[in-house]
């Protein structure tokens, strides 16, 4: 059974920076697409960033081109976000997901093309 566990949220000033993990198991993720999504209050669910397991290529939302960065850990089956000059905007449950859609193109960033999902961390940014 696929399990994904994040960790590495927490609270943050303004300018500050993060390094969220999402630790994968249980399943075969050589084919997949790994994604960042976040939910804020009272909004929907949005990708933030995607790795192709295989070949590494990223996907980033306009909103954080230039101050986040995700890599993947091939040997650890870890996926991590790198978050720098954090905003308040960038408040929110981030959830790491893990897509069959590996080979696609374009890169899958609907929340519906993901099947697997871990249970989220709080990033919360002070002003």
């Known amino acids: 059974q696929v399990q994904l566990v994040e960790s590495g949220g927490g609270l943050v000033q303004a300018g500050g920076s993060l390094r969220l993990s999402c630790a994968a198991s249980?399943?075969?993720?050589?084919?997949?697409?790994m994604a960042w999504f976040r939910q804020a209050p009272g909004k929907e669910r949005e990708f933030v960033a995607g790795?192709?397991?295989?070949?590494?290529?990223?996907n980033y939302a306009d909103s954080v081109k230039g101050r986040f960065a995700v890599a993947r850990d091939y040997a650890k089956n870890t996926v991590y976000l790198q978050m720098n000059s954090l905003e308040p905007e960038d408040t929110a449950v981030y959830y790491c997901?893990?897509?069959?859609?590996?080979?696609?193109?374009?890169?899958?960033?609907?929340?519906?093309?993901?099947?697997?999902w871990g249970q989220g961390t709080q990033v919360t940014v002070s002003s």
């Open positions: 997901a893990s897509s069959p859609a590996g080979g696609t193109y374009p890169y899958p960033k609907q929340p519906n093309e993901y099947n697997y």
């Open positions: 249980g399943g075969t993720f050589s084919t997949t697409a």
């Open positions: 790795i192709r397991w295989r070949g590494g290529s990223t």
